[in-house]
């Protein structure tokens, strides 16, 4: 399983960003997907995720942050409103399946104040 991940930039305080992870290869074995970050000095933490019917956020991000996917287009979408500083990181995508794991590139995703 590939995993593109794109849309990150700059943007204010207070702004907002939509990530998109475009997924390719074998997908039929990917059973969840999800958004983590990492920022300067912190280890990585999940943002978002799909598994199964269920869907998981980050206390930090909870009514700010929305998840959704696009299956006919491969993609799952992190749409991120209201947006601070703390929120500046790498923001990764994986997928989790019966066949492993998978990251993407990670995204940079810079909020200034």
């Known amino acids: 399983v590939q995993l593109q991940a794109s849309g990150g930039g700059l943007v204010q305080a207070g702004g907002s960003l939509k990530l998109s992870c475009l997924a390719s290869?074998?997908?039929?074995?990917?059973?969840?997907m999800g958004w983590y970050r990492q920022a300067p000095g912190k280890q990585r933490e999940v943002v978002a995720s799909?598994?199964?019917?269920?869907?998981n956020y980050g206390d930090s991000v909870k009514g700010r942050f929305t998840i959704s996917r696009d299956s006919a287009k491969n993609t799952v979408y992190l749409q991120m409103n209201s947006l601070r500083p703390g929120d500046t990181g790498v923001y990764y995508c994986?997928?989790?399946?019966?066949?492993?794991?998978?990251w993407g590139q990670g995204t940079q995703v810079t909020v200034s104040s």
């Open positions: 799909f598994n199964g019917g269920s869907t």
């Open positions: 994986k997928a989790v399946g019966l066949l492993g794991s998978w």
């Open positions: 290869g074998n997908i039929v074995s990917v059973r969840g």
